[in-house]
């Protein structure tokens, strides 16, 4: 069974820009969720798809949204790049949340944005 | 405070030794337990999935969790150079909170 894909894997963009980011879950999977990966800041949740819906959303500004298709498949965009934006960002997908509890996730590779 | 505390290491043995990795946390609701594997440049490698207190062994790991104590190990045996990544503890109620990351260096 195929992972988890994220695409593109590198991007560069600069300040004021925006970006979008894709992944598609393993198959068979309905819950996707992205965080932000910076050596400072460690892991931090941005929020979760489920069935399309937004299910939990962590404490980013604004700018960052996303959204899920019909088919698990998730993007999310950030708007007006800042240069903190610079990150590793991670899309996980589990099989179900089960009573409102996040099941175990499995992650893709990640995008890695540069924002200069 | 966080949620989820972790020692980020950077924490160094030699081949072979046994490696003990730990987590605490504050929140009572988490109900599952994860450990992580990441290597530099890759996305985060489910290793161990728990949800009682006791001991979960796998091969070399064994995850343990006292949520009476709201403290969780992983314990590496015989550890090898491949072993060599950032460990990452995880709890979830309604979404994960990751610890830190523990830097590893199994040296041969």
């Known amino acids: 069974k195929a992972g988890v894909t994220q695409t593109p894997r590198y991007l560069i963009k600069t300040r004021g820009q925006q970006v979008t980011l894709s992944c598609s879950p393993i198959s068979g999977h309905r819950s996707v969720s992205w965080y932000q990966q910076t050596p400072g800041q460690g892991l931090q949740f941005l929020f979760e798809?489920?069935?399309?819906?937004?299910?939990n959303k962590g404490n980013f500004p604004g700018r960052f949204s996303g959204r899920q298709f019909s088919n698990s498949r998730s993007e999310m965009n950030v708007s007006t790049l800042e240069l903190g934006d610079s990150a590793l960002y991670l899309c996980a997908s589990s099989l179900v949340v089960v009573a409102g509890v996040t099941d175990e996730q499995f992650f893709g590779p990640g995008t890695r944005l540069t924002v200069l | 405070q966080k949620e989820v505390e972790q020692d980020p290491g950077p924490l160094s043995v030699p081949e072979g030794a046994i490696v003990s990795l730990n987590c605490t946390y504050s929140?009572?609701?988490?109900?599952?337990f994860m450990w992580y594997r990441q290597y530099s440049r890759k996305g985060p490698e489910l290793l161990m999935y728990t949800y009682s207190s006791g001991n979960k062994e796998d091969g070399r790991f064994t995850a343990q969790v006292d949520k009476s104590s709201k403290y969780i190990s992983l314990f590496i045996r015989d550890s090898q150079p491949s072993d060599s990544a950032t460990y990452l503890c995880?709890?979830?109620?309604?979404?994960?909170?990751f610890g830190e990351g523990t830097q590893l260096t199994v040296n041969p």
């Open positions: 929140n009572s609701a988490f109900q599952y």
């Open positions: 995880a709890m979830s109620s309604s979404r994960l909170t």
């Open positions: 798809y489920f069935s399309e819906t937004q299910r």
